[in-house]
């Protein structure tokens, strides 16, 4: 209709308020919404469009079919214009619509969606009644319901459809601390259970394993939900004991053996993994692992000793153990703020690999939950 809602990390906003808060120019409905991520372009970047197949009351004559785009909350010269000026070929009285980022659909490329019509088309997905772009992957919300899809064939992953009110917009009683009571505290961000496994990749995105669930620790604004393994890194089962990114690449130590995934649209696995821990890093077992940005150097915890990798090396060594001021991690990841070193509910941070590898003592503890995830103490 003619309201809005805006969800936050506090939850979503108890009633609506009247789009023409935000965009005054507006009346509702609004058919469809698209946020445009285009930095090569600095006066599209961040441009809000929203679309609507009707008139406006004493508005100009747009033949019904019209686009409104804002930036920075101000409506864009030109605008508003009929949506196939702006969109050539793309009719009116969409329902959805999405951009799709370079890295996923091999350019850049736009989503739209009208009744049957859209990437569904192709992969059985269905109508939308709304598209979004979240956390690298992609969503068309049906109702109440949701499901994951591929944004370049319209495949529905394996699972879908969920209930919305459960992930993207909780409600009372409902979410992860209620309709998905059997993960227990492993689900929740705030339990202080440690993590078997941490890793930051080539882009700063920063996951955390634990009971068979990842969390993705760099956004809160995308709600650090708790998702099953195989959620997001698909064939993944079991206990991750280790994990660090290297060369578009994640690797995934679970006991003696190793999985890779590639970076892109979600995360696919590489053909032939697992492997042999040993045949593949020349290692036997890892307690924890990290490489530091930009760099080829690997090294693995195993109790109180680290040993360092050069991954460009064919086959891989691994070099004379060093000792480590702890008598066992649970995890470790490297990012621009130095090397973190994570123990039960507590993490230990150094400015470097060289400041860790000199210190005789322990590093002062931080708490995980309240730096990481913004949990009350």
Not at 91 to 100: K, N, Q, S
Not at 178 to 184: P, V
Not at 226 to 247: E, S, T
Not at 269 to 292: I, M, N, S
């Amino acid at each position: 209709g003619e309201e809005v809602w805006e969800t936050s990390r506090e939850g979503p906003q108890p009633h609506g308020r009247p789009l023409a808060a935000s965009w005054p120019e507006l009346e509702g409905p609004v058919d469809a919404a698209l946020r445009i991520y285009r930095r090569q372009h600095p006066e599209e970047h961040q441009s809000l469009y929203l679309f609507q197949a009707r008139l406006r009351a004493g508005g100009p004559e747009l033949g019904g079919e019209q686009v409104w785009a804002y930036a920075g909350g101000q409506l864009r010269p030109g605008f508003p214009r009929r949506i196939g000026d702006e969109f050539p070929g793309v009719p009116g009285g969409l329902d959805a619509a999405v951009e799709c980022h370079p890295e996923e659909c091999g350019g850049e490329t736009i989503l739209f969606f009208k009744g049957e019509r859209g990437p569904g088309a192709r992969g059985g997905l269905g109508p939308c009644d709304a598209a979004l772009r979240w956390l690298e992957r992609y969503y068309c919300l049906q109702g109440t319901r949701f499901q994951r899809f591929n944004p370049v064939t319209g495949e529905v992953s394996p699972g879908y459809p969920r209930d919305l009110r459960d992930y993207f917009i909780p409600c009372p009683g409902r979410g992860h601390r209620h309709g998905n009571a059997s993960w227990g505290d492993a689900g929740d961000r705030c339990s202080g259970l440690p993590f078997q496994a941490v890793t930051s990749d080539d882009r700063g995105r920063i996951y955390a394993f634990r009971g068979g669930l990842s969390f993705r620790l760099d956004s809160w604004r995308d709600g650090w939900h708790a998702w099953p393994q195989g959620h997001g890194w698909p064939g993944l089962q079991g206990k991750v004991d280790a994990a660090f990114a290297w060369d578009g690449r994640t690797y995934l130590i679970q006991g003696s053996q190793v999985s890779i995934y590639l970076s892109g649209q979600g995360h696919r696995r590489v053909e032939g993994y697992p492997r042999a821990l040993q045949d593949e890093l020349g290692v036997p077992v890892a307690d924890a692992a990290f490489t530091c940005p930009s760099s080829a150097e690997l090294y693995v915890i195993a109790g109180d000793r680290v040993r360092r990798v050069d991954l460009t090396q064919t086959p891989r060594h691994a070099g004379e153990p060093l000792p480590l001021p702890y008598d066992g991690v649970d995890g470790a990841m490297c990012t621009a703020d130095g090397v973190f070193l994570f123990r039960g509910d507590s993490y230990h941070q150094y400015r470097s690999v060289a400041e860790l590898l000199g210190a005789r003592v322990p590093a002062p503890p931080s708490n995980i939950t309240a730096d990481f995830f913004r949990c009350p103490q």
